[in-house]
């Protein structure tokens, strides 16, 4: 694999800040796109040189096939994020499937030495805190834009266009997919800091779901709670900026 070719594929840098003295890779959530954190690139910059990955099968990558394992996926951004030749620190943003993405790739940093400097969780709870009903991927077409329109995370708009629906659809199913048939390995413990971010109306995960990050690292973690659903940082962007700031002690 041409690793420079594969880093450009995989990272998006909307306001590359060479100067800024740590990275934040930021992880999008089920359906989601990097484009999604060109706020966040916006505000942090130039303190932070943020990176947004860009899955395969949505946007200017939309002809390539959907992962539909998040193991493969964590692998192959780890490769990207690791073969760019840039070893400034590195901290990870998850949100929802991204959480969990961030959380298999921060594990892979560690096993080759380069681990992060902090991980940030948001709405989704802990590996270990199964719920056995998940069946999103396998629901009608209809049935999976009704649960995803009921998260309030995309545009209604998408789902009112039957091309565009035709487009998301297919990196949607493989996203709940690769979430929902996950499965930790037995004894995966981080050593980096974790910070847990959850909203207090979120169906998808309970405080309480989210609490149990704390038994996924042996470093620091703490739990932050918003007012709000599954996509609570919409509506409170600068307070969530305000704790990845004072974490990475910016």
């Not at 420079?4 to 796109?33: F, K, M, Q």
């Not at 030749?85 to 969990?100: E, K, T, Y």
């Not at 800091?193 to 989210?210: C, F, H, I, S």
Request: hydrophobic letters at 40%.
């Amino acid at each position: 694999m041409n690793s420079a070719v594969d880093s450009g594929v995989w990272i998006r840098r909307y306001r590359p800040a060479a100067e800024a003295g740590v990275r934040l890779l930021c992880l999008p959530h089920a359906g989601g796109a990097a484009s999604y954190y060109v706020p966040v690139a916006g505000a942090l910059a130039p303190a932070v040189d943020v990176l947004a990955v860009q899955y395969p099968g949505r946007q200017d990558r939309r002809t390539e096939t959907p992962l539909a394992s998040l193991r493969e996926l964590a692998a192959r951004i780890t490769e990207a994020v690791t073969d760019d030749g840039d070893d400034r620190p590195l901290a990870l943003f998850g949100h929802s499937m991204g959480a969990l993405v961030g959380y298999e790739v921060a594990l892979r940093l560690e096993e080759a030495g380069r681990g992060p400097v902090h991980l940030f969780v948001s709405g989704r709870r802990a590996p270990s805190a199964v719920r056995p009903s998940e069946d999103m991927h396998k629901r009608s077409d209809a049935l999976l834009i009704e649960g995803v329109r009921r998260l309030s995370g995309t545009d209604d708009q998408v789902f009112e266009d039957e091309e565009l629906v035709r487009m998301v659809l297919p990196a949607i199913r493989a996203d709940y997919r690769a979430v929902e048939t996950y499965e930790p390995r037995p004894g995966d413990r981080l050593r980096c800091p974790v910070t847990v971010l959850t909203g207090d109306r979120d169906t998808m995960t309970t405080v309480e779901e989210a609490r149990a990050w704390e038994h996924h690292t042996d470093g620091p973690n703490e739990l932050h709670v918003f007012p709000g659903g599954h996509f609570y940082l919409n509506d409170r962007p600068q307070a969530v900026l305000d704790v990845v700031r004072r974490s990475l002690r910016l």
